[in-house]
């Protein structure tokens, strides 16, 4: 793109005054944006905060994960996170024999 100088520019010092970085102003603008880079930092941004939201690994999600201790064995009183189903029907199967599901944790049947 070609340059136009500014009026601070000493013409008669430097006759090819268009080539000297003092002050030179663009003649034209450049258009185009950064849709695409905004729409993906978004995007990573928002996968980002849902991630954060869900609870997360170590001391930060903690509460998240140990708050809802909804299923406990009624047989041996050991809790489980409501997310884990499949691991309390493990416990029972694998725990207590003679009981079924149902009877380990009635808070379970529908």
Do not use: I
């Not at 609870?55 to 009624?74: E, F, H, I, Q």
Request: charged content about 20%.
């Amino acid at each position: 793109f070609w340059l136009k100088p500014t009026a601070s520019c000493k013409l008669q010092r430097y006759p090819r005054a268009h080539t000297l970085p003092c002050q030179l102003k663009p003649f034209t603008t450049m258009g185009g944006g950064n849709a695409q880079k905004t729409a993906m930092a978004r995007a990573k941004n928002a996968a980002k905060a849902k991630a954060e939201a869900a609870g997360g690994g170590g001391a930060k999600g903690m509460a998240s994960r140990t708050a809802a201790m909804d299923l406990k064995c009624t047989v041996c009183m050991q809790c489980f996170p409501n997310t884990q189903l499949k691991a309390a029907q493990a416990h029972a199967e694998s725990k207590h024999p003679k009981s079924d599901f149902a009877t380990c944790f009635p808070m379970c049947s529908q």
